[in-house]
């Protein structure tokens, strides 16, 4: 895994009620991605650190409200670090808390009082086994995340 090179994928929520919620991905690499190391949940960032070339979210600042790992283990702000724990969590973020029961060929789910289970998660802190982080958008920047991330619905052009 020397040869690996390594990234994030950002997923970037537009807080803006104009925009319906939408969402956005980017890919983070290079310098850019050793500038996220180390930060936590809940920190601000500037935007400039974000995209690669002409797409960067220039006066931008966002905030990290969480990700997961390059095994899909959701990160928990209340844990410390970055290393994989495993707590015992009631129905809330990384475990629903219902049970699902088939009755008479139909699925029903119940939430049973007091139903709690051991999860593993993720800490707080972004590291090298990072793969996704989200972002929301506390200040908005000149050109708005429409344009800066036009939609790629039809073919993607390609430069050879």
């Not at 070339?53 to 990160?75: H, N, R, V």
């Not at 844990?79 to 724990?85: E, F």
């Not at 015992?88 to 699925?107: D, E, M, P, W």
């Not at 972004?126 to 908005?140: A, Y």
């Amino acid at each position: 895994m020397a040869g690996e090179k390594s990234s994030f994928v950002t997923t970037i929520n537009d807080t803006d009620p104009s925009n319906n919620g939408k969402s956005y991905k980017c890919t983070i690499s290079g310098t850019n991605y050793n500038q996220l190391l180390g930060k936590t949940i809940g920190d601000a960032i500037d935007g400039i650190f974000i995209g690669e070339g002409e797409i960067t979210l220039a006066g931008y600042t966002l905030e990290i409200s969480g990700g997961s790992d390059k095994t899909g283990t959701p990160m928990r702000n209340e844990l410390l670090g970055g290393a994989l724990k495993e707590i015992l969590v009631t129905a809330s973020q990384g475990y629903k808390g219902h049970k699902i029961v088939n009755k008479k060929s139909k699925r029903y789910r119940y939430k049973p009082d007091g139903l709690r289970k051991r999860r593993t998660f993720r800490g707080a802190t972004i590291t090298q086994d990072t793969r996704q982080i989200n972002l929301k958008v506390v200040k908005h920047g000149n050109k708005s995340l429409a344009e800066i991330f036009p939609s790629s619905t039809g073919d993607s052009a390609s430069e050879d």
